[in-house]
């Protein structure tokens, strides 16, 4: 049952992977798991446990998350240190009903109990009660698990405070989140000295960039600058944290002309960066430059970089929809980002013509041509040949089933011409399984719920999308819709502020303009 388990698997067929599952786990167990191990790795179990957390995995892949709680906390019961068991356990949580959170909080209060110094488990309990609306206990089981690290752990004691300030920041108790995230700091020893790389840098980055985020979402810039520039006591002169950190908060703050000169200002002290120099063409785009954006990039072309960029995906044509990772390049990235630069500015003639060229400069590279023909999906959207995009993304999941950006994709595009709503429900739904943090899916998903009139789950969802990604315009605009269906009229009107704000493209400034307009 445990070969025909992995064998389901990896032949999509779901339901006989469970059942195979129930049967390994009621199985007699074997006298010689060697040829288990030999095939399927040194590490696999063919016990009952790993049988229990392989099937809890499957049935939340499955959609079944309820029973997918139940087994997994039973395993994380069994054995508080399985990092798998904990971490499934995690994501099912997510979307737990009040019934399964409740089990998994008992579950996990015993696990807790027996290993109180687990960061992961105390982390999971608070998380869990937080999702069932015990903040209050959440909060005080974090503080309390905190303090008793203090001494022995100072690291484990920050995290957990930061854990914290996630909480309180999910729940838009921002003063609350801010001392969280100070409090983490404190706990780590950093306080005005610079902190060196060895000292806690990567952490300190991390949670003054959760503190910014919180100042902005709380619609405090002010706030927000000024902790940007506590950051660059912080960190020294020669790192770039702060300065990035400020250039996104002008942008996000519709701040063009401020965001192109502190961009070029960054420039001139690291002229190798090809990071900075797609920063500046994506604010040139902003600002309705794409053609000096593009002269920027154009010279980089047939003069590849040593080192192989890496190379990211395409989301939606109304989205700055496509950053560069690293700072290497080479004539595919180059015309792949040239296209999503004429994808933004709504330019598709030029966009499918970039997209092409990608597909050509992406040789016999499988992935590189998937990623090529999303972008010409994308510059097709854009040109408003919706047929060509969606054939050319059905063409793409035949190839690819799993794709979720291609998911994704063809599903909002069907959202967006109101069209075979239940598939692109489906669709999307695929793609949030495969990547639940990633805000673009999210604001699919709740436009989508939105288009059915399931306003409830639209809001989550969408909110969800603004908590991971509050500078896209699209889906400040999103949510505001909904806001105004639901008549919360004065939040419809807080957020399509922000996503006029946000926006730099005319038709979307008059459509969001019109709204509040309405509103008077």
Do not use: C
């Not at 040194?42 to 139940?70: C, F, H, M, R, Y």
């Not at 520039?229 to 063009?256: H, M, V, W």
């Not at 063409?281 to 010279?299: H, N, Q, S």
């Not at 080192?307 to 004539?331: C, H, L, Q």
Request: net charge neutral.
């Amino acid at each position: 049952f445990a070969f025909l388990s992995e064998f389901y698997e990896k032949t999509n067929k779901t339901a006989e992977r469970i059942d195979a599952l129930r049967r390994w786990i009621s199985a007699a167990a074997p006298l010689e798991p060697g040829f288990y191990r030999t095939v399927f790795g040194g590490q696999e179990e063919l016990s009952p446990e790993n049988a229990s957390i392989k099937l809890g995995g499957a049935l939340l892949d499955a959609g079944e998350t309820s029973e997918a709680v139940e087994i997994l906390s039973r395993a994380v019961a069994d054995n508080p240190e399985n990092t798998r068991a904990i971490e499934l356990l995690r994501e099912a949580t997510e979307n737990a009903d009040a019934l399964s959170s409740a089990k998994a909080v008992q579950a996990l209060t015993q696990a807790v109990f027996a290993n109180p110094e687990n960061v992961s488990l105390v982390a999971l309990l608070a998380q869990t009660e937080a999702r069932g609306g015990h903040t209050d206990e959440a909060a005080k089981i974090l503080r309390a698990a905190s303090a008793k690290l203090a001494e022995k752990d100072k690291n484990a004691s920050a995290n957990l405070q930061v854990v914290l300030g996630d909480i309180y920041a999910e729940q838009e108790r921002f003063a609350e989140a801010i001392a969280g995230y100070e409090n983490a700091l404190t706990a780590r020893g950093i306080d005005g000295a610079i902190v060196a790389q060895d000292d806690g840098q990567d952490f300190a980055v991390r949670v003054f960039e959760k503190i910014i985020q919180t100042f902005k979402r709380s619609e405090r810039p002010n706030d927000a600058k000024a902790v940007i520039e506590r950051a660059r006591s912080l960190f020294g002169k020669t790192n770039s944290f702060p300065d990035k950190q400020l250039i996104l908060l002008y942008r996000e703050s519709g701040k063009t002309a401020d965001a192109l000169r502190a961009v070029r200002q960054l420039r001139a002290r690291n002229g190798e960066d090809f990071g900075l120099l797609r920063t500046e063409a994506l604010i040139l785009t902003d600002a309705g430059r794409v053609d000096e954006a593009v002269a920027l990039v154009k010279p980089l072309i047939g003069k590849n970089n040593a080192v192989k960029a890496k190379s990211g995906g395409t989301v939606k044509a109304d989205e700055n929809a496509f950053v560069i990772s690293s700072p290497m390049f080479d004539d595919f990235t180059n015309y792949l980002f040239i296209s999503s630069l004429y994808s933004q500015a709504r330019h598709g003639k030029e966009a499918i013509e970039a997209a092409k060229q990608a597909i050509s400069a992406a040789g016999a590279s499988e992935e590189r041509s998937q990623i090529a023909r999303l972008a010409l999906a994308t510059a097709q959207q854009t040109a408003g040949d919706f047929t060509a995009a969606e054939t050319t993304l059905r063409e793409l999941l035949r190839q690819t089933p799993g794709n979720p950006v291609a998911l994704n994709n063809l599903g909002y595009f069907l959202v967006e011409r109101n069209t075979k709503l239940d598939e692109a429900l489906s669709l999307i739904v695929q793609a949030v399984k495969i990547d639940r943090s990633n805000p673009s899916y999210l604001d699919s998903l709740g436009w989508a719920y939105f288009k059915l009139g399931r306003l409830e789950q639209a809001e989550k969802y969408l909110k969800e999308a603004v908590r991971l990604d509050a500078s896209s315009a699209t889906v400040q605009e999103h949510l505001g819709d909904v806001f105004q269906k639901q008549g919360k009229i004065e939040q419809a009107i807080s957020s399509w502020q922000k996503s006029l704000t946000l926006t730099t493209e005319a038709e979307q400034t008059a459509r969001v303009k019109s709204k509040l307009k309405a509103t008077k």
